[in-house]
């Protein structure tokens, strides 16, 4: 789904639930579920494809390739966390262009050092704000119609009043978006809130602060991300179901629910193609 589409429902006053995929099975699990927008991580991304932590590992091939299999199997508006945008603003340019290519509908561009680590882990540091600037409106003269979610990680580095002049600064290079990473209070947040420009949170589900959507929406934020709730389901789901095959060598009574096979065919178009396949049999 296109960029316009994104922001048509942005211009709906419902406060938009973006949950975190890494593949496009989950995508299209997700889309089942009635969500209307989606997130590839930086660390789903990595987790799910790499299995490494969220330390850079992935360049921008592997992320425009994930971007391109997953706008190609579900049509749901795909955020796309391109980290610091792989190197410096003429990067940046080229990272906007390969991924609009691919389908994103909108791209979140930081202002971390490289290599880049986890928004929620110790040790990051940011760069200067002139060049943060600097690409963030580099990816707006680069882009044609997808949104950019310009993040500062300068909360944690440098402070709060620092980071909101961080963000007032990428709100004048042209994002449409703004992300300030990592607050741990809902009093940071509620400042953070009084930015002028419209506003995405990270929901990381282990906190803190530990706050509901709702709970953010009546603070004014416009997008709220889940990026890896999904993918710590599924590992730990995993995990159990494995457990239990190697110990009693049967999937029987697993102690997870596991999917009917049919599920799966369904899920994944199987009726629809083998229509097509008998519609198309014998033609030349």
Same mark, same amino acid.
């Given at each position: 789904?296109?960029?316009?589409? &994104? ?17 496009? &099975? ?13 997130? *590839? ?38 955020? /796309? ?27 979140v561009l930081e202002d971390q050092t490289a ?53 007032? @600064?990428? @709100? ?20 953070? @809130? ?5 506003? /995405? /949170? ?22 709220? *991300? ?29 102690? /997870? ?12 178009? *199987?009726?629809?193609? &083998? ?10």
């Amino acid at each position: 789904m296109s960029a316009a589409a &994104l922001k048509a429902r942005l211009a709906d006053p419902r406060f938009l639930l973006a949950p975190g995929v890494a593949d496009p &099975l989950t995508a299209l699990i997700a889309a089942e579920a009635g969500h209307q927008a989606l997130f *590839l991580s930086g660390a789903g991304l990595s987790f799910a494809q790499f299995a490494r932590p969220d330390l850079g590992f992935h360049g921008l091939a592997d992320l425009a390739e994930s971007t391109r299999r997953i706008t190609s199997r579900c049509a749901l508006p795909l955020i /796309v966390d391109a980290d610091t945008g792989f190197g410096n603003a003429l990067n940046v340019a080229d990272t906007v262009a390969r991924l609009e290519a691919t389908g994103a509908a909108a791209i979140v561009l930081e202002d971390q050092t490289a290599p880049k680590r986890c928004g929620h882990l110790a040790g990051k540091s940011v760069i200067p704000l002139p060049e943060a600037a600097g690409k963030i409106a580099a990816a707006v003269a680069a882009r044609r119609a997808t949104l950019i979610i310009a993040r500062t990680d300068a909360l944690a580095v440098e402070g709060l009043e620092p980071a909101l002049t961080r963000a007032r @600064a990428y @709100a004048a290079a042209g994002a449409d978006l703004i992300f300030v990473e990592a607050p741990l209070h809902r009093a940071t947040l509620s400042t953070i @809130a009084t930015l002028p420009a419209p506003l /995405v /949170v990270n929901m990381v589900e282990a906190g803190p602060p530990t706050l509901s959507a709702a709970d953010v929406a009546a603070l004014g934020f416009r997008i709220a *991300l889940f990026p890896v709730m999904a993918l710590r389901a599924q590992v730990a789901a995993a995990r159990a179901a494995l457990a239990h095959l190697h110990a009693a060598g049967t999937p029987a009574a697993a102690p /997870v629910p596991l999917a009917p096979f049919a599920d799966l065919n369904s899920l994944t178009g *199987l009726d629809s193609l &083998l229509a097509d396949a008998d519609r198309f049999k014998g033609t030349s």
